[in-house]
Every structure is written in structure tokens, then in C-alpha cells.
């Protein structure tokens, strides 16, 4: 991705809840997002893990920044409309990966996969997105 779309992405993430988290856009492709997020006392639950609402933050995120990406340029915008997330390992600290990857492109809906796994390459997190496309309002 150029850097002329990542300093767009930095600027409409500020303020928001992946900034107030750590959270880091790595790369944008057509079709493949991907990002980290940290694990510290941001994303702690009480028991010092990560929290499953911070994976599903990771998740909704990596997909809704795809769905923008591949729409902005057609006077559209993405909002998520559906997420689930299966949470099949803790983690305690250091980063989690998320790759999200687009399995649906239609004119009104898309569909995500999103893994996130720990440092080790474990999976963490298994999460699936459904964005809507609708009409921009700036």
C-alpha cells in the first residue's frame, strides 16, 4: 500500500478505540488486511489475559479497514453488521497478529475471516465479519 494510503489511515484512526488500544495497521492489499494488537494492561481482562472483546476489536477492525479501502473511492462507505469470534487460546503478553481476509465481495455486503494468532504463530482467535456497503455521509 502507498504511503499516501497509510497516512489516510492513520488520520481516520485517530481518536478511535484501535488507537486508544495500540493497535497497528500493517498492511492493505485487495482483499487481505492485516494488523497487531498488544497485549498489556489495555487489553487485559481480570485474570491478565488478553480480552476477547479486544480480539473481536482486532477482527472488526482489520475487515471494516478492507471493506473501506476497496469502497472508498466509490462514494460508499463499510459498517460492520455481524461479528463472531471463537477464542481458543490465552495470552498473556507480547502482540497478537490479525489477517483478515475477504471470502464474499458484493455490491451490498462483504464477508470476512479474520485470524489472530500470538507471537509463537498460535491461533488465538478465530472471527468471522459481515460488512455492510452503504452510501457515505462525510
Known amino acids: 500500500m502507498d504511503d499516501a494510503k497509510m497516512t489516510r489511515l492513520s488520520e481516520?484512526?485517530?481518536n478511535t478505540i484501535a488507537e486508544a488500544l495500540?493497535?497497528?495497521?500493517?498492511?492493505?492489499?485487495?482483499?487481505v488486511v492485516?494488523?497487531?494488537?498488544?497485549?498489556?494492561s489495555r487489553t487485559h481482562q481480570p485474570y491478565g489475559l488478553l480480552h476477547g472483546g479486544a480480539s473481536v476489536v482486532l477482527a472488526e477492525?482489520?475487515?471494516?479497514?478492507g471493506s473501506h479501502m476497496l469502497v472508498e473511492g466509490s462514494g460508499?462507505?463499510?459498517?460492520g453488521i455481524e461479528v463472531n469470534a471463537n477464542h481458543v487460546k490465552g495470552v498473556r503478553s507480547g502482540w497478537?497478529?490479525?489477517?483478515?481476509?475477504?471470502?464474499?465481495?458484493g455490491g451490498r455486503l462483504h464477508v470476512?475471516?479474520?485470524?489472530?494468532?500470538d507471537d509463537e504463530g498460535d491461533l488465538v482467535c478465530t472471527s468471522r465479519l459481515t460488512?455492510?456497503?452503504v452510501p457515505r455521509r462525510d
Open 34 to 40: 492485516r494488523g497487531k494488537l498488544p497485549v498489556d
Open 12 to 14: 481516520i484512526g485517530k
Open 22 to 31: 495500540g493497535m497497528e495497521i500493517t498492511e492493505v492489499g485487495d482483499g
Open 131 to 133: 460488512v455492510m456497503i
Open 61 to 65: 477492525t482489520l475487515g471494516s479497514v
Open 76 to 79: 460508499k462507505g463499510a459498517v
Open 96 to 105: 497478537v497478529h490479525g489477517t483478515a481476509t475477504l471470502t464474499h465481495r
Open 112 to 117: 470476512w475471516n479474520i485470524d489472530i494468532r
